[in-house]
């Protein structure tokens, strides 16, 4: 995919052709977050046109980003897998994960258990990144099959964020951010691949601030770059950006941008802790 803006966004990540590295940095496999899955989006004739990432806030109800959820575009059905290890057997040759039925089915015995189909997908109102900083880059998805977890994703409460907008030593408050998106960019015309795991990632980030140009209380910035930290890629679109260290269940953003083509500069969540956002979410069943 790769919907153009004047910063290059985390767009939903199209298959790459290569063998199966998701968060840059400092990054840890996620066995912590079992909620946060691997969407898969299909147009109207069931073609795969991107990969996301999402975390279910109840059994049916699987939260992710506006532009992955983008129906304007052609996102007409999904499927969404919670294995840990949802794509790292990719086969290039066949574009097909044996283990796990990634991208194109669920494998035998997975659906309604670590599976789910969904033909049922909503839009906060996400045009395009030309609306920053208020871009609406919230997306939900329901499922078919209600898939039971030990724990759910939590949703913050209204304002959480704020006093972190003024007080002093904000840069020391840490988030984790949690997707199975790409641990390595290069440049396009590198001799080097792309490296995606396929498989879900954490790392931890800390905060830059909420109230800039490109935030105004709207969006989340933080920095993964360095001192053990770590950032979010293409592929990371819709994943949960949890306050606190990893085991933190409260999702204060979904990871929407970021400024630097390669991953490596800041990243910026759009923010759920806004009542009308909250509302939008729970009006859906």
């Known amino acids: 995919m790769g919907k153009a803006m004047a910063a290059v966004i985390l767009a939903a990540l199209a298959v790459i052709a290569t063998p199966a590295f ?17 969407v898969v989006f299909y147009d109207a004739n069931g073609q795969f046109i991107w990969r996301c990432s999402g975390s279910l806030v109840s059994p049916t109800k699987l939260l992710t980003a506006g532009h992955c959820a983008d129906t304007a575009e052609g996102a007409a059905s999904a499927r969404v897998y919670f294995q840990q290890d949802a794509g790292v057997h990719f086969d290039p040759a066949t574009q097909h994960d044996p283990v796990t039925g990634y991208p194109d089915t669920c494998a035998d015995g997975t659906l309604g258990v670590m599976c789910a189909t969904s033909s049922r997908i909503y839009n906060y109102g996400f045009a395009n990144f030309a609306g920053l900083p208020n871009i ?18 939590k949703l913050p409460t209204a304002g959480l964020l704020d006093g972190l907008g003024t007080a002093r030593g904000t840069k020391g408050t840490v988030f984790t951010v949690s997707g199975y998106g790409l641990s390595l960019r290069v440049q396009d015309h590198s001799a ?16 830059v601030n909420l109230n800039s140009a490109l935030t105004d209380g709207y969006n989340l910035q933080t920095q993964g770059n360095g001192d053990g930290r770590g950032g979010t890629c293409s592929g990371d679109s819709g994943g949960p950006v949890f306050l606190g260290d990893s085991r933190s269940d409260v999702i204060v953003a979904v990871t929407s941008f970021g400024l630097n083509a390669l991953c490596r500069g800041t990243d910026f969540g759009y923010r759920l802790d806004n009542a009308d956002v909250l509302d939008w979410i729970n009006s859906h069943k």
């Open 22 to 38: 998701a968060i840059t940095g400092n990054w840890v496999k996620d066995t912590v977050h079992p909620y946060v899955g691997l």
């Open 192 to 207: 080097l691949s792309n490296i995606s795991f396929r498989e879900r990632l954490m790392a931890q980030s800390t905060l």
């Open 136 to 153: 609406h880059d919230v997306g939900l998805v329901t499922l078919d099959q209600a898939i039971a977890m030990p724990r759910y994703g």
